[in-house]
């Protein structure tokens, strides 16, 4: 520590011939509607990103509980590098990597600027060309998930293909049933339904309640059958909905795994299975590869 020289004492060895120096990473800054700067971190493999707007990118969000979703690396994310991906994370309000009221700014009756953000810095990328709304994925998985269906139903316009993960989607039905048994310490999350205002404003962004008759994106929404903290039948219903009101012919997956919780199945291989199936489902939706 006195002196200030830092050792690499051990790296993790990844096959296939990766080179580190083949990618690079960046942090930028999108505007939130409120005059907010949002952090976004962005990867891509320079010698296979043109950056005029053509690439595919893959933006993932979560905002909530004060989480940091920090950039790390990640051996399966290759997968989508190698083939041109741009992959980015959204840093927005109701995670914690701005400090307390980061967080604070993105949860109760504030819950809508995690949303906003969200959309805000899918619209600065396609600004600076780093994509277009025909090259534009987007996932989120549990409070993320909730985040997907927010903004599909805000700006389904906006994005090319969504991937919802064991997604809470159905949030005033579950906040307002005390018998399950998270729900009453999530009332210090989203608020407590029972209260008139906190009700009507969880209903105005609750992904189930805003279901339109509207065109979406093509969307893989999963779901656990033993999942203790998103019921599956929340997904299920959203995707029920979906396929009710959707007016497009888009490609609608629903896939509940039916021996895991909400971390997905259990095993090494198993779980590379799982993100597997849904970079094909992204790069099937992008028609990178063929049905």
């Known amino acids: 520590m006195k002196s ?5 004492k051990k790296i993790e060895t990844v096959l296939g011939g990766f080179d580190s120096s083949n990618y690079v990473t960046e942090r930028k800054w999108a505007s939130a509607p409120d005059g ?5 971190s962005i990867v891509y493999r320079k010698d296979l990103v043109k950056l005029d707007g053509s690439d595919s990118l893959l933006l993932y969000g979560y905002g909530s509980y004060e989480a940091c979703i920090d950039p790390s690396f990640k051996t399966s994310r290759l997968s989508l590098l190698d083939r041109g991906f741009i992959y980015a994370i959204a840093h927005i309000r109701g995670g914690g990597e701005m400090g307390r009221q980061w967080y604070e700014n993105g949860k109760f009756l504030k819950k809508k600027n995690t ?3 969200f959309i805000a810095s899918a619209e600065y990328l396609i600004r600076e060309k780093y994509c277009s709304k025909e090259k534009l994925c987007i996932e989120g998985r549990s409070a993320g998930g909730l985040l997907i269906g927010a903004v599909l139903n805000m700006r389904p316009d906006l994005f090319k293909a969504a991937v919802a993960g064991v997604p809470f989607v159905d949030v005033v039905t ?3 049933d005390p018998t399950i048994p998270l729900t009453t310490s999530e009332w210090e999350e989203w608020g407590d339904p029972r209260k008139e205002e906190f009700y009507f404003y969880m209903k105005s962004y609750s992904p189930v309640d805003n279901v339109n008759a509207q065109n979406y994106p093509h969307v893989l929404v999963t779901a656990g059958l033993n999942d203790p903290r998103v019921l599956y039948s929340e997904p ?3 995707v029920a909905k979906l396929r009710e009101l959707k007016t497009d012919d888009n490609i609608l997956v629903f ?10 199945k259990s095993g090494r291989f198993e779980k590379l299975q799982e993100d597997a199936f849904t970079l094909a489902f992204l790069m099937k939706a992008l028609n990178i590869i063929p049905a």
């Open 115 to 117: 949303f906003t953000d």
């Open 4 to 8: 200030g020289i830092s050792v690499l």
């Open 236 to 238: 299920a219903k959203f």
């Open 174 to 176: 579950t906040m307002l």
């Open 36 to 40: 907010v700067q949002i952090p976004l």
């Open 255 to 264: 896939k509940c795994e039916m021996g895991a919780g909400h971390f997905s």
